[in-house]
Nanobody, 125 residues
Framework: QVQLLESGGGSVPPGGSLTLSCQAS????????MGWFRQAPGKEREGVAT???????LYADGMKGRSTISRGNDKNTLFLQIFGLKPEDTGMYYC???????????????????WGQGTQVTVAS
């Protein structure tokens, strides 16, 4: 069974930075769409950033210029670096994957097949 395990969340002050990691197992994900999504309390899940099987990255409007999504050299690890964190970045961050490999923008969370359990990010003074 495909597994995705997120780590790296925590509590950081506004303006801080964080790197989230997602370790995938049971399948080789180098050709998969992979992405980061988040959900704040009382809000719908939203896309943060995605990367397709060609390593083309897409970012949600509010994350452009202050986040970087990347794959590890082993292609089974996914990273998300976030800079200049704001209180509105608080939420549960989820890693997701889908085998189709293309056409996987951050707005397409419903089309991702595999999901991790999430890692909490809290931005507060």
């Amino acid at each position: 069974q495909v597994q995705l395990l997120e780590s790296g969340g925590g509590s950081v002050p506004p303006g801080g930075s964080l790197t989230l990691s997602c370790q995938a197992s049971r399948v080789t994900f180098n050709t998969y769409c992979m992405g980061w999504f988040r959900q704040a309390p009382g809000k719908e899940r939203e896309g943060v950033a995605t990367i397709d099987g060609w390593d083309f990255a897409l970012y949600a409007d509010g994350m452009k210029g202050r986040s970087t999504i990347s794959r590890g050299n082993d292609k089974n690890t996914l990273f998300l670096q976030i800079f200049g964190l704001k209180p509105e970045d608080t939420g549960m961050y989820y890693c997701a994957a889908d085998p189709r490999g293309v056409n996987c923008p951050p707005e397409a969370s419903a089309t991702f097949t595999y999901w991790g359990q999430g890692t909490q990010v809290t931005v507060a003074s």
